[in-house]
């Protein structure tokens, strides 16, 4: 049973994060006509105009991106995640508006009715409190669908901040809702997904930059092969030796981002739970995965 907690927890915490999420929607970012962005933004905007359920809207609108995360993101392991995070925020997001949360002199309602006209206050408490469903679902090694996918993908793939791969692929969801809902409201909402992804960096692991590991361990073959292709990241070995006892044991070294901390400490505890690890922090990273190495 003990070996199976780390799994449950992480799916708790992706049910706990889309909770968060479809209370920020629903209390924060709807009343205010604030598109979230993504899929969610879509249809928030769909349902401006049709009052289609925009839980069911953004199950059916996540199927391809699906697709597309289940080839770059971990294969089977993304996929269970991701279904289980987009499924239980598709249901939350449509189940919320009949609870007691958002009953009258339930905590939603009187949220809603307390900052009813207030965009700032909205954007600030919607991205808050959406920040830190992503960062827990992130936590948790997955993801809660819709640009989030994107994201992650631009994340791994290219080395951008989490707020900038939110800003990016979102832009256009943005653009879209100023049309609809005002350019006011669109403003707002960019400056939302903005502080929603800081907040997710900090929840995920605390404060900036990129991190670096060593990694002292007796299955350094079995370690490499998983970081090489979960995380698709590089791996240095290094040649050591210890101090008191003498043995030469590989000490292994990468350079890896904010979000793949958590999945790197679980491989490395799946791999050999009594490896010793170090998590540094850098100031920079140039080369392949991260920014292009320019000399100006």
């Not at 992706?14 to 909770?19: F, T």
């Not at 289940?70 to 449509?94: E, K």
């Not at 009594?274 to 392949?288: K, N, Y």
Request: aromatic share 10%.
């Amino acid at each position: 049973m003990k070996k199976y907690l780390p799994t449950l927890r992480d799916y708790f915490l992706i049910i706990l994060s889309a909770l968060i999420q479809a209370f920020s929607l629903r209390t924060f970012f709807i009343p205010a006509q604030l598109a979230s962005g993504g899929v969610s933004g879509i249809a928030q905007l769909i349902n401006h105009f049709t009052d289609w359920p925009i839980g069911l809207m953004i199950l059916v609108g996540n199927i391809p991106l699906f697709i597309l995360g289940w080839s770059f993101l971990g294969g089977h392991r993304f996929a269970l995640r991701t279904a289980v995070a987009i499924f239980t925020y598709s249901t939350f997001i449509d189940l919320l508006p009949n609870t007691a949360i958002f009953a009258p002199g339930g905590l939603g309602a009187a949220l809603i009715r307390d900052l009813q006209g207030d965009i700032f206050l909205n954007t600030l408490y919607g991205a808050i409190v959406s920040g830190v469903g992503y960062g827990l679902v992130y936590r948790a090694r997955g993801t809660s669908g819709g640009s989030d996918i994107l994201a992650r993908i631009l994340n791994n793939w290219r080395g951008l901040p989490i707020t900038q791969s939110y800003l990016f692929v979102d832009s256009a969801v943005i653009l879209g809702a100023g049309f609809i809902f005002g350019w006011k409201q669109a403003l707002y909402a960019m400056i939302a997904l903005y502080v929603s992804g800081l907040v997710a960096e900090t929840t995920l692991e605390g404060g900036p930059t990129i991190r670096t590991a060593m990694i002292v361990t007796s299955e350094s073959d079995a370690v490499s092969h998983r970081v090489l292709e979960e995380l698709n990241r590089g791996v240095t070995i290094l040649e050591g030796s210890g101090a008191y006892t003498g043995t030469n044991r590989p000490v292994l070294y990468c350079v890896i981002t904010r979000a793949e901390v958590s999945t790197l400490k679980a491989i490395v505890n799946e791999c050999d739970p009594h490896a010793f690890m170090v998590i540094g922090v850098a100031h920079e990273v140039l080369g392949e995965g991260f920014k292009p190495l320019k000399v100006k």
